[in-house]
């Protein structure tokens, strides 16, 4: 199969799952069923007919309005759609089509929905993470078994040095943060290091704005997702993480 291919394929996988995902960021932290019951009108109850739940175009087509009641629908479903879609082909263009891809995509797959729960309630469920941190080991033990390793140790050292900034700093962050590192060991491996910079760095200028702009007493008091970093920081991770390592080792070594 083509990249170009593999590519469409990956952009129609990640819009139809992005609309599932949309799903989970909703139930996942009301503790509701993620399979009952179907879709419905959040104002007038009327389940969404199949046929107004294609990705993306459906939203398009009804001018963000449900078909019933007319009620607005939030623009965030299709731009979850339509982003996810768009990460899961640029995974593909990025790795090729094969085994990184793959797991490039259960990650993209899995930091959509963290990333959304996280800026809704401050919160990273342990129901994504401890399966995420399965199904990246499972892939990398059956694909690249040599490489097994190299990702655990990026997973303990990441995961590691966010737990020792908690126990220093114990209101910076949650425990949710620092398993959300360990599972980005997991399926970034060395890459796991860039990723970490770009999320601490893009965390700090965030916190500086808010401070900046509410002065240092009231600032320091608001709570700040730290997930939303940690994914931007997944993402570099993922895209350009090994050759900003080789860069870093061929320049500073």
Known sequence: ?????????????????????NVVAYRLPRGES???PRSRCP????????????????????????????????????????????????????????????????FVLLLVPITLIDLETRLIPN????????????LVAVFAPGELPGHLIAALAAGGFLLVALLVYPGGM?????????VMGLFLGRAVAPAMFVGLI??????????????????????IPFGPHLALGGLVGLFAGDAIVDWYLGTFS
């Not at 199949?50 to 731009?79: Q, T």
């Not at 994504?128 to 990246?136: F, K, N, R």
């Not at 949650?174 to 360990?182: I, R, T």
């Open 1 to 21: 199969m083509s990249v170009a291919a593999g590519a469409a394929m990956a952009g129609l996988l990640g819009a139809v799952a992005g609309s599932f995902l």
């Open 202 to 223: 893009s965390g700090s200028v965030v916190g500086a704005i808010i401070i900046a702009r509410y002065g240092s007493r009231i600032g320091r008091k608001k709570a």
């Open 43 to 106: 104002g007038c109850g009327t389940q969404i007919r199949a046929y107004d739940n294609i990705p993306v175009l459906s939203w398009l087509f009804l001018r963000g309005r449900c078909r019933d009641c007319g009620e607005p629908i939030s623009p965030r479903y299709p731009l979850v759609e339509a982003g996810t879609a768009v990460l899961c082909a640029l995974v593909v263009v990025a790795k090729g089509v094969g085994w990184e891809a793959l797991l490039g995509i259960v």
């Open 127 to 138: 129901k994504l993470t401890y399966p995420g941190a399965v199904i990246a080991v499972a």
């Open 174 to 182: 949650g425990m949710g943060d620092v398993k959300l590192a360990f």
């Open 34 to 36: 993620l399979s009952r």
